[in-house]
């Protein structure tokens, strides 16, 4: 069994950056795809990037392209969220979530069993 602890959610100005952190217990991420999904108020919980852990293969939501940054820390077995140039639209409770490389789509919240608790990210105008 997988535990995921997030953190690094706060609030920032447009414009600012932060970056999220997600450490997994009880086993590594080696043939697991990590990913970050976020969730508005009212919203679908929404795609927002993944990386596979074994290739460092990273994907991301077109909205997020050039501005966020996806990457792993093997040592620390933890991934984290680099994101930079926040916008309002931004703002949402960002969830780390991990499944089986081997199994669905990377982009797909139902395909992921495993889940952090969420951290809430708040950008302000």
């Known amino acids: 069994q997988v535990q995921l602890v997030e953190s690094g959610g706060g609030l920032v100005q447009a414009g600012g950056s932060l970056r999220l952190s997600c450490t997994a217990s009880?086993?590594?991420?080696?043939?697991?795809?990590v990913g970050w999904f976020r969730q508005s108020p009212g919203k679908e919980r929404d795609f927002v990037a993944a990386i596979t852990w074994s290739s460092g293969s990273t994907y991301y939501a077109d909205s997020v392209k050039g501005r966020f940054t996806i990457y792993r820390d093997r040592a620390k077995n933890t991934v984290y969220l680099q994101m930079n140039s926040l916008k309002s639209e931004d703002t949402a409770v960002y969830y780390c979530?991990?499944?089986?490389?081997?199994?669905?789509?990377?982009?797909?919240?139902?395909?992921?069993?495993?889940w952090g608790q969420g951290t809430q990210v708040t950008v302000s105008s």
């Open positions: 979530a991990a499944k089986f490389s081997y199994v669905g789509s990377y982009y797909n919240s139902v395909a992921y069993p495993h």
């Open positions: 009880g086993r590594t991420f080696s043939t697991y795809i």
